[in-house]
T-cell receptor
Framework: DSGVTQTPKHLITATGQRVTLRCSPR?????VYWYQQSLDQGLQFLIQ???????AKGNILERFSAQQFPDLHSELNLSSLELGDSALYFC?????????????FGNGTRLTVT | GENVEQHPSTLSVQEGDSAVIKCTYS??????FPWYKQELGKRPQLIID?????GEKKDQRIAVTLNKTAKHFSLHITETQPEDSAVYFC????????????FGKGTKLSVKP
């Protein structure tokens, strides 16, 4: 168990809808990262938050947004969903201070858009 | 832009043989290079990492080497076992110590008994 909790585990929704994915980082970790993994694809970096502030942005679509709350949990919002958004979405967390520290991944949320 | 190239994309070896996976990165400021193993349907798990102040690190059957001049790093698995079969991802950090990890596209390793 990595200590990173993601909910829900599975999500099935229709095109055009909006969903929210939730992540609770490991205790003590200040950085939260979101990654998208499509079928047979690598891990695409979406966005990073550090202690409540956006720190880095990757290939995140404008239809997607995220935030990190004062209690350090994070949510990834996906709107106007398309079939191509079907993927496994991972959250990861790290200490985020000083030297770069290892990422610890949650078990992911599998999103299916029909 | 930020990029990590990983080769090969698939690798098949006989049990007991060695496996080598190679990665290159583009940002000369990168200083942290982890390797993750992802079994089917599971989360990526860190297996070994190396920082730029060392050239090699070993942990039992796994070793990682780093050539900062050439911006190359490699994963070496010796005496492979069927349970080593998985997808392996290399990564490099961008944006300094508070930055993010960019991953390679992965190598699917199959170890045949």
């Amino acid at each position: 168990d990595s200590g990173v909790t993601q909910t829900p585990k599975h999500l099935i929704t229709a095109t055009g809808q909006r969903v929210t994915l939730r992540c609770s980082p490991r205790s003590g970790d200040l950085s939260v990262y979101w990654y998208q993994q499509s079928l047979d694809q690598g891990l695409q970096f979406l966005i990073q938050y550090y202690n409540g502030e956006e720190r880095a942005k990757g290939n995140i679509l404008e239809r997607f947004s995220a935030q990190q709350f004062p209690d350090l949990h994070s949510e990834l919002n996906l709107s106007s969903l398309e079939l191509g958004d079907s993927a496994l979405y991972f959250c990861a967390s790290s200490v985020g201070q000083g030297m770069f520290s290892p990422l610890h991944f949650g078990n992911g949320t599998r999103l299916t858009v029909t | 832009g930020e990029n990590v190239e990983q080769h090969p994309s698939t690798l098949s070896v006989q049990e007991g043989d060695s496996a080598v996976i190679k990665c290159t990165y583009s940002d000369s400021a990168s200083n942290y290079f982890p390797w993750y193993k992802q079994e089917l349907g599971k989360r990526p798990q860190l297996i070994i990492d190396i920082r730029s102040n060392v050239g090699e690190k070993k942990d039992q059957r796994i070793a990682v080497t780093l050539n900062k001049t050439a911006k190359h790093f490699s994963l070496h698995i010796t005496e492979t076992q069927p349970e080593d079969s998985a997808v392996y991802f290399c990564a490099a950090n961008y944006g300094g110590s508070q930055g993010n990890l960019i991953f390679g596209k992965g190598t699917k390793l199959s170890v045949k008994p």
